[in-house]
């Protein structure tokens, strides 16, 4: 399973609305999850099961789509939201990750 | 809390082995699936391998199949990864990384603060 993120980098202001995509090669049912990474940290995880947040992670962030197409939204973006985003598909033998998207 | 702490690191020229562990804490190590994930510097993360609750089932990425062993001592609650065979393309930092849920596929929760490994000569 290959997945794709798109776009590979989005320039946005705080405040706006940000959109980013995942594209897989084939249907994931909805085992897909979102994560956030900082520079010089882990991953945290945003979204799991395609559309539920995770303890603690505001509800600015929401997560949509099933099969092969998914989405990652933020609705009004704060100024520690400016981070490198990854989508990544859960299996019970192996994970994929996305390429990611960097949001500046 | 839940925690999980790597250590192992260092730089280490091609060809030789390294030993990466991960001690788990704040929580019943058996009762997780744990997995190793990497990311090359200024790169994305690629997941390398996995090890389901009692150390029978493991799987790898085709990138480290042969070469990277995963292993597990819930006695211990550490997760291991024995790296032989090293190319200057395993630089990478190393994380372990917990399930979050106690089901063979979950997303990842905790995961540990990272140990840079270097292949150089």
């Known amino acids: 399973i290959v997945l794709a993120q798109s776009p590979g980098t989005l320039s946005l202001a705080a405040g706006e609305r940000a959109t980013l995509s995942c594209r897989a090669s084939?249907?994931?049912?909805?085992?897909l999850a979102w994560y956030q990474q900082k520079p010089g940290q882990a991953p945290r995880l945003l979204i799991y099961?395609?559309?539920s947040r995770a303890a603690g992670i505001p509800d600015r962030f929401s997560g949509s789509g099933s099969g092969t197409d998914f989405t990652l939204s933020i609705s009004r973006l704060e100024p520690e939201d400016f981070a490198v985003y990854y989508c990544q598909h859960y299996g019970s033998s192996h994970i994929t990750f996305g390429q990611g998207t960097r949001l500046e | 809390q839940e925690q999980l702490v790597e250590s192992g690191g260092g730089v280490v020229q091609p060809g030789r082995s390294l030993s990466l562990s991960c001690v788990a804490s704040g929580f019943t190590f058996s009762d997780y699936v744990m997995h190793w994930v990497r990311q090359a510097p200024g790169k994305g993360l690629e997941w390398v391998a996995v090890?389901?609750?009692?150390?029978?089932?493991?799987f790898y990425a085709d990138s480290v199949k042969g070469r990277f062993t995963i292993s597990r001592d819930n006695s211990k609650n550490t997760v291991s990864l024995q790296m032989n065979s090293l190319r200057a393309e395993d630089t990478a930092v190393y994380y372990c990384a917990r399930n979050l849920g106690r089901a063979t596929s979950s997303p990842l929760g905790p995961w540990g603060q990272g140990t840079l490994v270097t292949v150089s000569s």
């Open positions: 084939q249907s994931l049912s909805h085992f």
């Open positions: 099961g395609a559309s």
């Open positions: 090890m389901w609750y009692d150390g029978t089932t493991k």
